[in-house]
């Protein structure tokens, strides 16, 4: 607020000045608020819009088609050698279709992560709050044997302005041809601010690599 001077003086009044808070606002306000009375140091990622509660399981892929929280646009590393196709019919695990994975290239790494909202690595609000989920499980297979790939989720750090609340990882895992269920144990995360639900990477063997994976979701 302001005003110019035109050399005489002026009298204002102002009375009920309030920053009106949304239902939603004043929520977040109050916890925070409740850390602060106990001492505690708030870090930014608790100065966030509150992820939507999300209803369990939550399906990361199952079916192709299916409206789903996480969407598989963080592409990296070598992302011209990878193609992911969502309604491959050769051998799914359940159901009608799995994910066909295949990293072209002979060399470098790739991997695909799945993103609320799409296209984000921490710049925007979203995500979904898992709170209650006990574990991440998914099915997956190789097409030859042997493929080596990493799975987790949680990869936007603190430093971001809206991070992932928590993380969670299998490390590498080798394939079979046989589908086999593999788990990442949720036991005492934070789950409340899940921007990134599932990722996988893998490097360059030498040769192309394929593998599948079906039925991925938090429970």
Not at 16 to 42: P, Q, T, W
Not at 50 to 75: H, M, Q, R, W
Not at 77 to 84: A, F, R, V, Y
Not at 125 to 135: D, E, F, R, S
């Amino acid at each position: 607020m302001g005003f110019a001077r035109q050399g005489v003086a002026h009298h204002f009044y102002l009375d009920d000045i309030n920053v009106e808070l949304s239902k939603h606002n004043h929520n977040l306000m109050k916890k925070l608020l409740f850390l602060a009375l106990a001492g505690a140091i708030l870090p930014t990622s608790l100065c966030l819009a509150d992820a939507d509660k999300a209803t369990l399981p939550a399906v990361i892929y199952d079916e192709a088609g299916s409206k789903l929280p996480f969407i598989p646009s963080g592409y990296m590393g070598n992302t011209g050698s990878i193609k992911m196709t969502d309604n491959d019919t050769s051998k799914p695990h359940e159901g009608k279709t799995d994910l066909k994975v295949e990293y072209t290239a002979n060399d470098n790494w790739g991997g695909v992560v799945w993103q609320s909202p799409a296209n984000d690595w921490g710049d925007q609000p979203g995500g979904w709050n898992l709170t209650g989920a006990k574990k991440l499980t998914f099915w997956a297979r190789g097409d030859k044997g042997g493929e080596e790939v990493s799975f987790s989720f949680g990869l936007i750090g603190k430093d971001k302005k809206y991070a992932d609340s928590d993380k969670g990882e299998t490390g590498k895992v080798k394939l079979t041809t046989d589908w086999k269920q593999f788990t990442i144990d949720l036991k005492d995360k934070d789950l409340s601010q899940v921007k990134t639900g599932f990722c996988w990477v893998l490097a360059g063997n030498g040769a192309p690599i394929t593998f599948y994976l079906d039925d991925v979701k938090f429970e």
